[in-house]
């Protein structure tokens, strides 16, 4: 079974978990896109919820498939949360940020009651680091972050699309940083948070409450 297929029965069967009336964040990705569609048609369906977008272009796929958006501030907290993840662990630590979202994201699980994390089989590691870790900066201070990041041996990698520097929804750069040789990834992350000019990383270590994931032609929770 492909990878494709894997985040789209994934993301199916978190759609069962949105009841009426429900304030929904959305997650960002190829695989939240496929629980997004799902949504807008139990929507037309009858389903009666709001979502609050993670991203711009979340906000433009739910838009399309006839989901009411409301703004964080709008909804406050949100009764479940469902996002997809580029990596996560069997202490459903995650690594997030791959499509650059991970500030709102991380706001959003923040303010969510429960978090859902939907995702194909390769992204199931025994150890967080394959992936990159993403790495949200203020551009004024990215090149001093690097000379630190560089200090911590994490060999920080400036993210590019298109020849030009990436900027996310919030106007930031993005570093992808190697942890994969780092024991403590809680130290981590509060050393990387503490340093001037990181805005967020990528690093979700407890807000996930329930993975979802395609195995075959099943999903395992
Ligand atoms: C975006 C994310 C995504 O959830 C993550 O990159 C997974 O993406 P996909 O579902 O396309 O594999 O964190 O910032």
Request: charged fraction near 35%; glycine fraction near 14%; hydrophobic fraction near 30%.
């Given at each position: 079974m492909s990878a494709e297929n894997e985040k789209w029965i994934a993301a199916i069967a978190s759609a069962e978990y949105v009841k009426n009336g429900m304030l929904v964040g959305l997650g960002s990705g190829s695989t939240a896109a496929f629980m997004i569609a799902e949504l807008g048609k139990r929507v037309a369906g009858g389903l009666i919820m709001k979502g609050v977008p993670s991203s711009d272009a979340t906000a433009r796929l739910a838009k399309q498939a006839g989901i009411s958006l409301l703004s964080l501030d709008e909804a406050g907290t949100m009764d479940i949360n469902i996002d997809g993840a580029d990596e996560f662990d069997p202490q459903l630590q995650l690594i997030k940020g791959g499509g650059g979202a991970l500030l709102r994201e991380k706001i959003l699980a923040h303010n969510s009651r429960f978090n859902i994390i939907i995702a194909d089989?390769?992204?199931?590691?025994?150890?967080?680091?394959?992936f990159q870790l993403p790495i949200e900066t203020i551009p004024f201070a990215t090149q001093t972050i690097i000379a630190e990041l560089e200090h911590l041996d994490l060999q920080p990698k400036l993210r590019m699309k298109n020849d030009e520097v990436y900027k996310t929804d919030e106007n930031n750069y993005i570093l992808d940083v190697d942890?994969?040789?780092?024991?403590?990834l809680k130290e981590l992350n509060t050393l990387l948070i503490q340093i001037?000019?990181?805005?967020?990383?990528?690093?979700?270590?407890?807000?996930?409450?329930l993975v979802l994931v395609g195995q075959g032609n099943k999903v395992a929770t």
């Open positions: 089989s390769g992204k199931e590691v025994e150890r967080l680091g394959k942890i994969f040789q780092k024991d403590d001037p000019g990181v805005v967020e990383t990528g690093l979700f270590l407890s807000s996930t409450d």
